[in-house]
C-alpha cells in the first residue's frame, strides 16, 4: 500500500480536534504531490468522516478516539490512502437511507457517506479488526 511513510494520529472525540486533523491532512497531501484541488477533496471527506466517527461512531464520547492514519500510494501519479477509525459499536453501510430519495432531499442531515463518496476516488466502509467502524479512503491526483 504504502512506502512506509504513514503518519497516524489518534485524536478525543472532541471538535476541537478537527484543525489538527485538518493540518496533518493538508500537509501530508501536499507532501505525496496532490494538487490543491485534491488537497481541499481530501479534507472535505477527512473532515466529514472525523466527525462522523466522533458523533455517530463514538457518541460524542470524549474516552473514545478516533484513529486517523495517511499513507502514500506508490503509484504512478501522485495518491493518498486514509483509514479513518471509531471506538463505536458499528454500522452496516447498507441499512443507510438514500439521501436522494424524495422523502430524504429536505432532512438536514445523512448526506456525508455520499459526498464522501463524490469527493474520493475510492471508499470502503466495513468493521475495523480492532473494533468499531473503519473508513478507508484513496484519492489520486487528477482523477
Same mark, same amino acid.
Given at each position: 500500500?504504502?512506502?512506509?511513510q504513514?503518519?497516524? +494520529?489518534?485524536?478525543p472525540?472532541?471538535?476541537?480536534? =478537527?484543525?489538527?486533523?485538518q ?18 477533496? =481530501? ?13 455517530h ?14 499513507a ?9 490512502w =486514509?483509514r ?10 447498507a ?13 438536514s442531515?445523512?448526506?456525508g ?6 469527493f474520493m476516488?475510492? +471508499? ?5 479488526s480492532?473494533?468499531g ?11
Amino acid at each position: 500500500m504504502s512506502n512506509g511513510q504513514t503518519v497516524r +494520529l489518534d485524536v478525543p472525540s472532541t471538535y476541537d480536534m =478537527i484543525d489538527v486533523v485538518q493540518v496533518v491532512s493538508d500537509a501530508f497531501a501536499r507532501a505525496a504531490g496532490l494538487d490543491d484541488d485534491a488537497v481541499h477533496w =481530501i479534507w472535505l471527506a477527512v473532515r466529514e468522516s472525523v466527525v462522523n466517527a466522533m458523533r455517530h461512531g463514538n457518541g460524542n464520547d470524549r474516552a473514545k478516539r478516533v484513529h486517523v492514519e495517511f499513507a502514500p500510494l506508490n503509484e504512478a501519479r501522485p495518491a493518498i490512502w =486514509i483509514r479513518v477509525r471509531d471506538e463505536g459499536p458499528g454500522f452496516d453501510p447498507a441499512s443507510l437511507p438514500d439521501p436522494l430519495a424524495p422523502e430524504n432531499l429536505l432532512k438536514s442531515s445523512g448526506r456525508g457517506i455520499f459526498l464522501i463518496r463524490s469527493f474520493m476516488d475510492e +471508499l470502503t466502509i466495513r468493521k475495523a479488526s480492532e473494533g468499531g467502524t473503519e473508513m478507508i479512503m484513496v484519492k489520486r491526483q487528477g482523477a
